[in-house]
């Protein structure tokens, strides 16, 4: 009775961790303190992995180990009841009609090795391309920052606008962050395949693609508990292979495959005879197709090298300037803007998965995902934008929330001398040069006056400091310049410190002295 239990608890489980997974992405109010974040995303396999590779964490204190050490003794449970994105590929397996039913087939080792093999060697060889695209937790994260939120702010901000009629102001509206849609296609193409495969071929994505399930296929083949199969007791009635959505039931030989399985536990509560048992299992399983032992030893030697071998805020409301001169200069970037923390264009895309929590939590709306920002070794990578806002002086938010260690938290000091750009002007696109125009947006904005005015025949032009700017692109937001900006930042390809500006004393009369006015 107990074991037949084991599918319930795992369903309420995975149930109650995709809500919370879900509300980390989709909290538009920012409820969730970071310490919580932390704790939610805390047993996401690839994000605990690459924080550790970034020094992030203490490789024996971290989500990634409980989760190998969990697969040891149990098998893949983590697939059916940590991962998010399974436990939406069984409610898609659920809706599936119930007359289709599963059956057992061969396993598609070759294809599961391969994808892994080539993952690792792209990382090696720095970068990420592979993880951001196939880690199931980073997937699961761009279909609800960048497909679910956008719905949800909308319904937020029409429900407060029905109720403003009312005479209701207790919901407020919440600004809704602008997605490329190049990047909303990739995103949305991933979910339809995945629920295509998912009720097609259940559980086929992690034991093909998924180099999580890969990584924990191998591992569980030595797990202590794992499902068998009594040929005993067993009447061949096949329920258990129609009802197994990995496809590793074996009714005629009486196997099943402990590498694909995913730990569902639904073949203990379907068997009507009570032929399949969870319990201690001694040695490795003998299946149909087992791993050879070189290849198996070529596998442990490459994930030895994987994990020992490499180290809410409102934003000001802009008064522009009427623009009726379009300047002609554009605006080219050599190096692509990294959040603060980040260290560098290399460390952020050797450790971020594009799980796009950074971009669901930045209060100033100025982390936005691109398509290929950075090149071959950054798909989907996210960057600072001044699109829509700029980076809060004093905010350390991207920090404290990043699960993969790609941003690093810094304190409120560290912050603001922590330089992620240097500005930049093009005097020919002002509109104080092309229209002779008062403006001065970008020295108002600007929190550590890198940009002051100075008089130019009578208007007041910018001057500007690279070296006291931190990079935050208030200027670049405020820049009314049309089309092209007059003043931007430039990433730096490594972060540095900014230098403090230069205070003036104010004076203090003397005591004799009579007051001033």
């Given amino acids: 009775m107990v074991h037949r239990n084991l599918s319930r608890i795992r369903r309420w489980i995975s149930a109650i961790l995709l809500v919370l997974v879900a509300f980390v992405f989709l ?34 204190f971290t989500g990634f180990v409980l989760v190998l050490v969990l697969t040891v003794l149990f098998g893949r449970v983590y697939c059916s009841f940590l991962c998010p994105l399974g436990t939406i590929m069984d409610l898609m397996i659920r809706a599936r009609a119930r007359k289709k039913r599963f059956s057992h087939t061969r396993p598609f080792r070759w294809l599961r090795y391969v994808v892994l093999m080539i993952t690792v060697v792209v990382f090696l060889s720095g970068s990420l391309v592979f993880i951001d695209l196939l880690d199931p937790y980073s997937i699961f994260g761009r279909v609800m920052a960048t497909l679910v939120r956008p719905l949800i702010i909308l319904l937020n901000n029409g429900l407060s606008r029905l109720l403003e009629t009312a005479g209701f102001y207790g919901l407020s509206p919440v600004a809704q962050l602008r997605f490329s849609f190049y990047v909303v296609a990739v995103v949305a193409g991933y979910l339809l395949m995945i629920i295509w495969l998912s009720i097609k071929r259940g559980r086929l994505y992690c034991n093909t693609l998924c180099p999580v399930g890969t990584i924990l296929g191998i591992v569980s083949r030595l797990s202590v508990f794992r499902l068998a199969l009594s040929k005993k007791t067993c009447t061949s009635c096949g329920m258990c292979e129609r009802n197994c959505k990995a496809e590793c039931i074996d009714v005629e030989n009486g196997a099943i495959d402990s590498s694909r399985c995913v730990g569902c536990f639904n073949c203990l509560a379907v068997c009507p005879a009570d032929s399949i048992d969870f319990s201690m299992q001694r040695g490795i399983e003998n299946s149909e197709n087992p791993i050879p032992d ?29 623009v009726f001169v379009k300047n002609k200069i554009p605006v080219v970037r050599k190096h692509p803007v990294t959040p603060p923390g980040s260290i560098s264009i290399a460390h952020f895309t050797g450790a971020c998965t594009a799980c796009y929590l950074c971009v669901t939590r930045c209060p100033g709306k100025v982390i936005e995902p691109g398509m290929a920002v950075y090149g071959k070794v950054g798909v989907l990578m996210p960057h600072l934008s001044n699109r829509q806002g700029y980076c809060n002086f004093q905010c350390t938010v991207c920090g404290e929330v990043c699960p993969t260690g790609a941003i690093l938290p810094l304190t409120r000091e560290e912050k603001k001398q922590a330089q992620i750009g240097r500005v930049h002007f093009i005097r020919e696109n002002c509109i104080v040069i092309t229209q002779k125009t008062e403006c001065g947006a970008c020295s108002e904005h600007c929190p550590t006056k890198a940009v002051n005015m100075v008089v130019e025949n009578g208007l007041r032009v910018p001057v500007v400091n690279p070296d006291i700017c931190v990079g935050c692109g208030a200027c670049e937001y405020a820049c009314p310049s049309l089309p092209h900006k007059s003043i931007y930042v430039e990433g730096n390809p490594v972060h540095g410190v900014a230098m403090k500006p230069k205070t003036e004393k104010i004076k203090a009369p003397a005591a004799d002295e009579d007051f001033p006015f």
Avoid at 297 to 321: C, D, E, H, S, Y
């Fill in 294 to 322: 070189a290849d198996r030893r070529n596998v442990i030697r490459m994930m030895f090298l994987l994990i020992a071998g490499f180290p809410g805020t409102l934003m000001a409301q802009v008064k522009r300037p009427l």
């Fill in 27 to 60: 909290d538009i109010y920012g409820l969730i303190p970071a310490w919580g974040l932390r704790a939610i995303v805390y047993v996401q396999f690839i994000p605990s992995l690459m924080k550790t590779l970034a020094g992030g964490t203490s490789g024996l």
